[in-house]
């Protein structure tokens, strides 16, 4: 693959130019949120300007033209994940609430007392949480795989916990915290083979590889269009069309029935049927733009371009004193964790603010990630289609300052 014009990207992204603390801004916490070109800023601006109006229902031309925008954004998410039918794109607010939803349409009514949910030791929070409030309402149990040390599923101990209990199983495919990225196809398959359907979590995937649903063989998958440089308040649910059509609607509202009377209803076909209210239609039309604009670049490039900044980054990580890399597994995507010493987290972040480098200090939701370690937190460096060697460079320079401070 042909490598990356880096700085003919970074001048797609107008937030990067401005300077921070009279330094040049070394963002690195695409991993939380990326930043947005000007392809996805003017798709919306021109969304509002020249044929807003809430779609589905008008007759005249306007609300066409946005439905139409609106609309033509679920092909465009079909085959970023090459997906088999544009009705199985469901548009949500995110990541957060694709899980909740296929918790409450189509995990509630199949899970009993005595029944189990399995994830793994590396979920986020969004991917823990919504499983406990179903399984306390049940009287089911959330089953959790443990990691290894080096932060990867042992499959061995994955597929010793699929029982026949097993009804529902959901993994994430590359860690926000730890950079790991899962074989969620041979975890698909053994969760199928013991009758479990499966939902990926996809946010810090498909910023950064291509995914391939049809290839994995899920049932659902989800992401966030804010991580792959499109708005926040929008994101994707991606499920197989028979089993949507079997799902009860999430959320009751405009737009999801097919007949009202006070007596009952009868409702949409999917995706509609998941869609209630009136969405975020300037944002899906900024995630279609950010599609684009991924796909331009090309999915594979970003990813061997990311690669090549991870094994630099922990390498040259690796030579400052003190640095300790927080999950090594030997597949990895687009993130660093790190501790320095006994300098908290909060401590780095902020002295590598003063430096012009943006990183993220926290337990990053997925603070059983943190207990495994025994940590509070880490410092993570997370990579984006604008990042370069310098801001690594930089990155290092940094934590310098910070050894000068606090060790
Ligand atoms: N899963 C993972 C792995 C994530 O990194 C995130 C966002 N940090 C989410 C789920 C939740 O995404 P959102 O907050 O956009 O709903």
Known sequence: ??????????????????????????????AASAQKPVAVIRA??????????????????????????Y??????????????????VVFVRGATEAINLVAHSYVRPRLGPGDEILITGMEHHSNIVP????????????????????GEVDLEDFRSRLTARTKFVSVVHVSNALGTVNPVQEMIA??????????????????????????????????????IYGPSGVGVLWGRLDLLREMPPYQ?????????????????????????????????????????YVHAIGTERVAAHEHALLDYATARLGEVEGVRIIGTAAAKAGVISFVLGRVHPHDIGTVLDLEGVAIRAGHHCAQPVMQRYGIAATARAS??????????????????????LFI
């Not at 919306?44 to 007759?59: K, L, M, P, S, T």
């Open 1 to 30: 693959v042909a490598p990356l014009a880096v700085e003919r990207i970074r001048a797609d992204f107008p937030i990067l130019a401005q300077p921070m603390n009279g330094k040049r801004l070394v963002f690195l916490d695409s």
């Open 44 to 69: 919306i601006e021109e969304c509002y300007q020249n044929y807003y109006a809430n779609i589905h229902r008008g007759v005249y031309q306007l609300s066409q033209r946005s439905t139409q925008a």
């Open 71 to 88: 609309e033509a954004v679920r092909g465009k998410v079909r085959a970023l994940l090459n997906g088999a039918d544009d009705r199985e």
């Open 131 to 150: 499983w406990q409030l179903l399984c306390e309402q049940a009287g089911a149990t959330l089953v959790v795989s443990p990691i290894t040390d080096t």
């Open 190 to 227: 053994a969760a199928h083979e013991r009758g479990a359907a499966v939902l990926v979590d996809g946010a810090q995937s498909v910023p950064h590889l291509s995914v391939d649903v049809a290839e994995l063989g899920c049932d659902f998958y989800c992401f966030s269009g804010h991580k």
């Open 252 to 292: 009751g509202g405009g737009e999801m029935i097919r007949y009202v009377t006070f007596e009952r209803s009868e409702f949409a076909e999917p995706p509609q049927r998941f869609e209630a209210g009136t969405p975020n239609i300037a944002g899906v039309v900024g995630l279609g733009a950010a599609i684009d």
């Open 383 to 404: 990579f984006g289609v604008y990042n370069t060697y310098d801001d690594v460079d930089a990155l290092v320079r940094a934590l310098g300052k910070v050894r000068e």
